[in-house]
Structures are given as C-alpha cells and as structure tokens.
C-alpha cells in the first residue's frame, strides 16, 4: 500500500472538505508541457530520484500524491512534484544528481480539497478546479495560493476508479 500524504480534516462544507496539512517535503521538477503531459514529462525525473539517482544513491518509497501546479502565468509551463514520506527530513535528505529535480519543505497550511475520480484532463481539472473557488468563496474562506491537482493512482488504474483532488491554500478561519 502506498503511504499517502496526512492531514486533518478541519471542516466538511458542501462539496469540499477543509484540511490542515503538516509540514512536508516534496521532490520537484519545471517542466514545459501541455497539462495532460506534464506529469510524464517530469515522472522519469521524479522517479530517477526516489530510485536513487541522488548524492547518497538512496531509494525513497513512492508515496502518494503527486502534485502539479501552473507556473506562474506562462501557458504550458508547470512545477509537479512527488510529496515525501511523511518521515522525510529535508535536512537528512539526499540531493538530487539530476540538476533538473530540487527538494522544498512544504510548510504547514490549512488547504481546501475537492475529490473527484475520472480521466486526468485540463477540461475535467478546470471545472472542478471552478467548482471548488465558487464553494470557497460561498463560504468565505480567503485564497491565498494557487490551485494544485492531486493524482493518487498511478496511470495503470482504470480511469474510474482514479482518486483525484484540486487542493487550494487558504486563509486558517482560527487566525
């Protein structure tokens, strides 16, 4: 079974679910691609890593999930990463060999995450992605980072049965 990244459900609201995430480290890569294809473009990278293309020519365990976020406001251009095992220390962490993959420690964050399962496409993304900021705005909860897509399965999984999340930082209601 493959470890999942953790959190703590704060708050069911309708049609999300809002959750603190503990601090975490991800392997991460840019890539140029069309939304579709940025996560193969980056996986041989990303997986190099975890299978030991690293300075201690360490393997890490694959976990779940991998994340992909636009960069910036250039089209085509996305960071997707690999979250850590939840023991991950950046400090003890191996660096990558490949100059293209760096590691970031992820600092704890209260997010809001939609589920949806289905086809990994920009289309079906963007309208849960529309979905979940008219929720969060309903119920008054501040964005204050970008939207990311969650990928729990690898692409073996029949498409119905794919767990898939959008995930937006936001502003903690307890500040």
């Known amino acids: 079974m493959t470890e999942q990244q953790p959190y703590e459900v704060v708050r069911e609201h309708p049609g999300f679910e809002l959750r603190r995430y503990p601090e975490h480290v991800v392997a991460e890569t840019r890539v140029t ?19 030991g293309r690293n300075t201690q020519s360490r393997k890490v365990a694959m976990t779940a999930p991998v994340v992909q976020e636009a960069e910036g406001e250039t089209a085509g251009r996305f960071v997707v990463g690999f979250v850590m095992p939840a ?9 990558p060999t490949d100059p293209d993959v760096r590691l970031r420690a992820v600092p704890a964050h209260t997010a809001a995450a939609l589920r949806f399962s289905g086809r990994w496409t920009r289309d079906r993304y963007d309208e849960h992605a529309r979905r979940l900021l008219v929720a969060l705005d309903a119920a008054g909860l501040e964005v204050v980072g970008r939207p990311r897509f969650a990928r729990f399965d690898p692409p073996w ?3 119905f049965l794919r767990r898939n999340e959008v995930v937006v930082p936001v502003a903690d209601p307890h500040d």
């Open 33 to 51: 691609a069309t939304f579709e294809g940025a996560g193969n473009t980056s996986f041989r990278r990303l997986v190099g890593y975890i299978g």
């Open 87 to 95: 023991d991950f220390d950046l400090a003890g962490a191996p660096d």
């Open 157 to 159: 999984t029949p498409w």
